[in-house]
């Protein structure tokens, strides 16, 4: 008897203590194991989805910490009250600095601040405590979530663009890493020593880099490049993980994967934080440049095609690995030191030197070996997007000017590019030309891109793009492979974060959409996709109602009102204070925190509202709103974490060729 078979018949055959929970009627997941050896119980618990959170088993133990960061926040806004009032431009604040633990001294905050906190925490503290949860899974689901994580035999990694979780067999996942790691043009394996080695000589660059270009990058940056390097100075190396495209379909007999190298332990993270802020701006300056969807459909509402106009497609293939770093470093260099203007020669001189620690310095762990990336760069890298759209900018400027009759539009989002073909009259000679430009795309060192032959709709990213007479006309497109496993009502969240799923889904539905009529369909298929995940008519109507009323007072904006709003609402933001609470569905509510947080601190009776009450120079605080802010437990993508397959399975090593 099977562990699900055994939990299910104890739970069958005792009396449940616990509400009846909404199962969700659409609970699957990916078999993509070679000899579907996949658990078939599996999908009672992966089913629920990735980011479906099981409720912890006790409520709050302790606020201290939510006091003593409420307390110092609001502190510092008293302190400072003069400077918020003046306001400060969200684009002047730096974007990389350590959080100061600096407190003004007492004696210059009003003894008001203390006394209405006093107040509110003690009220508050009656209302949380610490004391056994009821449990969102079922019995025969809570016995899967303690055995299926730790299984020798099967792993539980995420598929690529979000299209579900997937069991893979340990020995498979490690064989389908080692096709990449394999590569000897790209990886190479080290030894422990070896590994530790190079890590301690990056250490040392890094920090004689901070001493060259300490005045050119400023003490914030300063300060958070050496504050990461400190911190992952015990624990140095990324971590490797491969997530399958399921989308490409199988090939060869295996699923393709994507390398992925999350750096966030590494040696290199904060500078490459800094060199990634210092490569974003160049990136968005180049003409085939755009941000997303919403700012590509702009793009080509404003289109007017002429007869001949079809669209193109093109994909680069492992553009990341295949871009040889040597190369590109040379190649970008020299574009920005000709190209760029708005940066000063001393700040170009430490960028490129940033540059090659990072680039040529990727040590990682996958299980128990030891790699080094010798050539390319790994997608997880915060610098790689930017770092890879500039390579190739460099020749697309070569590229478009020659073929400037041909091509009427080209953009494109790292490796992926959509493009208007101005096709020739006579079939054989545009032919011709259309596979000579397809050889101009790929004539970059070794990028290759396999482009799509010219038609009049085309699938590109989220939107099935479409010529219709002289105009471009969208609508979504989403992968057959989805599984639509949006979060059930009955995960572990704020309600709020149902109310933005559903409003954000249906705002970027209408935007997307030219016409109304596919809106409404698309509308209309994730009403039943919400209702197959156990949400009811009852509740998702008037979200599903408000929802389109949002998106309906967004539309009718122009740019201009809608960018003035979000400024306001940045403006607003220097008059909120947040209440940080892990999340628990049975702690009290975010209306009776509220209640509690208006009668004793904003607006006590009888009392001076907390907006009007003044600092020691008597300036108005101007406080006047809080924000209960929930972080939230671990998910199941959490629980079922892959990064790390150390002692999983057979040594990751006997995998690798030496």
């Not at 009821?134 to 899967?144: R, V, Y």
């Not at 101007?622 to 002692?647: E, T």
Request: a negative charge; proline letters at 7%; hydrophobic letters at 35%.
């Amino acid at each position: 008897m099977t562990p699900f078979q055994n939990a299910k018949k104890l739970y069958e055959s005792h009396p449940p203590n616990h509400p009846i929970l909404p199962m969700p009627s659409n609970m699957s997941f990916h078999d993509l194991t070679y000899d579907k050896s996949a658990p078939p119980y599996a999908k009672c618990l992966l089913g629920l989805g990735s980011k479906f959170i099981p409720t912890p088993s006790r409520t709050a133990s302790s606020l201290a910490s939510t006091f003593s960061r409420l307390t110092r926040d609001l502190k510092l806004r008293v302190y400072f009250a003069c400077e918020d009032a003046n306001g400060e431009d969200e684009e002047d604040r730096p974007k990389l600095y350590v959080k100061s633990k600096w407190n003004p001294e007492e004696q210059f905050i009003p003894s008001w601040v203390d006394g209405r906190l006093e107040r509110f925490y003690t009220a508050l503290s009656k209302l949380f405590s610490n004391r056994k949860a009821s449990t969102n899974l079922l019995p025969p689901q809570q016995q899967l979530l303690d055995t299926l994580p730790s299984s020798e035999q099967h792993l539980f990694p995420e598929t690529d663009k979000g299209l579900g979780p997937c069991c893979v067999r340990t020995e498979q996942y490690l064989e389908d890493a080692a096709v990449h790691l394999n590569n000897k043009d790209v990886y190479e394996i080290l030894s422990e020593e070896e590994a530790i080695l190079l890590t301690d000589v990056l250490h040392t660059n890094i920090i004689d880099w901070l001493k060259e270009y300490k005045s050119n990058i400023g003490i914030d940056a300063y300060d958070f490049i050496h504050e990461h390097l400190h911190k992952n100075l015990a624990h140095p190396f990324g971590q490797f993980y491969i997530l399958y495209k399921i989308h490409k379909g199988m090939k060869k007999g295996r699923w393709p994967t994507r390398p992925v190298c999350s750096d966030v332990s590494s040696l290199t993270h904060g500078l490459g934080k800094w060199v990634s802020e210092m490569l974003i701006p160049i990136q968005k300056a180049q003409p085939s440049y755009f941000q997303d969807s919403f700012a590509l459909k702009l793009l080509l509402d404003a289109l007017e095609l002429p007869h001949n106009a079809q669209l193109f497609t093109a994909d680069a293939t492992s553009m990341y690995t295949v871009i040889k770093t040597e190369p590109a470093l040379a190649s970008i260099k020299k574009y920005i030191d000709e190209e760029v203007t708005s940066m000063s020669d001393e700040r170009k001189e430490a960028l490129h030197a940033a540059m090659a620690l990072v680039f040529k310095n990727n040590v990682f762990k996958f299980g128990d070996a030891f790699i080094r990336q010798c050539s390319g760069t790994a997608m997880g890298t915060p610098p790689a997007p930017p770092y890879a759209t500039i390579f190739y900018t460099i020749h697309e400027k070569v590229l478009l000017s020659k073929w400037s009759t041909r091509v009427m539009f080209y953009k494109r989002f790292i490796d992926d590019v959509i493009g208007v073909w101005l096709a020739y009259e006579d079939p054989v000679i545009n032919k011709q030309l259309w596979e000579e430009f397809e050889a101009d795309m790929n004539k970059w060192h070794d990028l290759e891109w396999t482009c799509e032959t010219p038609s009049h709709s085309v699938n590109f990213m989220d939107l099935t793009i479409t010529i219709v007479d002289n105009h471009i006309e969208t609508k979504l497109y989403e992968k057959d492979m989805n599984l639509y496993l949006y979060l059930p009502p009955h995960s572990s969240h704020p309600r709020g974060v149902f109310t933005g799923l559903v409003f954000g889904q249906i705002l970027r539905t209408r935007r997307l959409c030219t016409h109304s009529a596919d809106a409404d369909s698309s509308i209309n298929d994730f009403w039943e996709r919400m209702l197959a995940r156990g949400h009811t008519q009852e509740s998702l109507a008037p979200l599903f109602a408000k929802a389109n009323e949002n998106a309906k007072a967004f539309l009718s904006r122009t740019p201009a009102e809608r960018e003035a709003i979000k400024k306001q609402k940045g403006k607003d933001a220097h008059n909120q204070l947040f209440l940080h609470l892990q999340f628990h569905p049975d702690d009290p509510s975010t209306r009776e925190i509220q209640k509690l947080w208006q009668e004793l601190v904003l607006q006590p009776k009888g009392e001076i509202p907390l907006p009007d009450m003044e600092n020691a120079d008597g300036v108005p605080v101007g406080v006047n709103k809080l924000i209960v802010a929930y972080s939230r437990p671990l998910n199941l993508k959490n629980r079922f974490y892959v990064r790390d397959i150390h002692g999983r399975g057979r040594p990751a090593l006997e995998y690798l060729a030496k």
